[in-house]
């Protein structure tokens, strides 16, 4: 079955950084765009950025535009957020998450908190 775990999240002050990672398995990662979304307490889930399968493509919210990084390592099937210049509206569970065959798939989570 499709599998996304999330890790990498933490307590941070502002300004600092945090690298997520998303390991998969259950498909082919290789032929899939991934993404990554959020969700703040007591809001609605935000998209945040989007890879392309071969990682030649990325776009990001204007929210994290300039300091949000998305990558992939399709050798180890592995989804990475680089988060720098952190703000407390940051704070979110960060999720990754695919579209196969027309259905969304998430993984549970990371919790990401930008605090002083």
């Known amino acids: 079955q499709v599998q996304l775990v999330e890790s990498g999240g933490g307590l941070v002050q502002p300004g600092q950084s945090l690298r997520l990672s998303c390991i998969t398995s259950?498909?082919?990662?290789?032929?899939?765009?991934m993404n990554w979304y959020r969700q703040a307490p007591g809001k609605e889930r935000e998209w945040v950025t989007v890879i392309s399968a071969s990682g030649g493509n990325t776009y990001y919210a204007d929210s994290v535009k300039g300091r949000f990084t998305i990558s992939r390592d399709n050798a180890k099937n592995t989804l990475y957020l680089q988060m720098n210049s952190l703000k407390p509206e940051d704070t979110a569970v960060y999720y990754c998450?695919?579209?196969?065959?027309?259905?969304?798939?998430w993984g549970q989570g990371t919790q990401v908190t930008v605090s002083s």
């Open positions: 998450s695919t579209h196969i065959r027309g259905s969304a798939y």
């Open positions: 259950g498909f082919t990662f290789t032929n899939y765009g």
